[in-house]
């Protein structure tokens, strides 16, 4: 193990507070668990992922990426997942920061001098060295408060640029680009999201994206790892979970709320999805104190 992930690790472990801690630094969330978890569905942000300590795995879609401690992921749109940490313990916490993206710093990156790798779209990186001493200079400021009003905006901007230079480089490009597909995809998820009790008319998601109806079904898989029918199905459920955890009654009620037309359709794809029916779920959960995440840890 590198001395900048070791530093990284005792960093982290002294400021993480419970599952998610959000830091005083802009942008910067510690998360941390001592036990290993079942596979938990959230709908992931656009967030820079680094696995500091322990394993996880997330199901996007049909793929699955899985971190090792030291590995990072760019998720560039909003994409619901189903994540699993496998390696956990109170000797040896997971720990991982998660970096929300700031679309408009990394636009203003993006000059011709720097350059950016060819990766896979859904595959997990190793952090390279100058990756690692921004991060670990990043997380020193939280050792220092006083300094974080001014340095964190320096290396805020030195991790997307080192970022930019890595194999999820393009990416990011395409993200922050206003005519990049990745931007172009985003319109069309955020209008799923918006809509998803709605039915989708997939020729009017490829014009809002300005594609041809078959370059959009290609790059919205490309960006999700689904169809356009799969992510509103799966958006449907985990906003269906969050009405049955903060309004519990009627699970039929819920299920034409978020568009279904059967409560018995409804239920199977419900459980399905969470392994359990509705109303058992949501008592489960209610049971726990629990509630569904929207962020990625």
């Known amino acids: 193990m590198s001395e900048p992930l070791r530093e990284l690790i005792a960093i982290a472990g002294r400021h993480a507070r419970g599952r998610r801690t959000r830091t005083a630094v802009p942008r910067v969330t510690i998360g941390r668990s001592e036990v290993p978890t079942p596979p938990l569905p959230e709908l992931c942000q656009p967030t820079v992922l680094f696995v500091l300590q322990g394993e996880k795995s997330v199901l996007i879609g049909d793929r699955t ?49 720097v350059p950016a790798l060819v990766g896979d779209g859904f595959a997990t990186c190793p952090a390279g060295d100058d990756l690692l001493d921004a991060w670990r200079r990043m997380l020193r400021l939280l050792d220092r408060p006083t300094e974080i009003p001014v340095l964190a905006p320096m290396l805020e901007r030195e991790i997307a640029f080192r970022l930019l230079q890595g194999p999820q480089g393009a990416k990011l490009r395409e993200l922050a680009r206003a005519d990049g597909r990745l931007s172009q995809i985003r319109r069309a998820t955020a209008w799923i999201r918006r809509h998803y009790n709605e039915p989708i008319d997939v020729t009017e998601l490829a014009r809002l994206a300005h594609m041809s109806n078959a370059a959009f079904h290609r790059h919205f898989k490309a960006a999700t790892a689904m169809s356009p029918i799969q992510y509103q199905k799966q958006v449907r459920l985990l906003e269906a979970r969050h009405l049955l955890i903060a309004e519990p009654g009627n699970a039929a009620r819920v299920a034409f709320t978020v568009g279904y037309e059967s409560a018995s359709q409804f239920s199977r794809e419900y459980a399905r999805h969470f392994g359990l029916p509705p109303m058992r779920d949501a008592a489960r959960l209610l049971s726990r104190g629990e509630a569904p995440s929207l962020e990625v840890d």
């Not at 971190?67 to 749109?77: C, E, M, N, R």
């Not at 994540?83 to 956990?88: F, K, R």
């Open 65 to 113: 990426l899985r971190y090792g401690p030291g590995s990072y992921f760019v998720y560039a749109v909003e994409t619901p997942a189903t994540s699993q940490l496998i390696e956990a313990s109170a000797v040896r916490p997971y720990l991982a920061i998660a970096f929300a993206l700031d679309l408009e710093l990394i636009a203003a990156l993006l000059i011709d001098h």
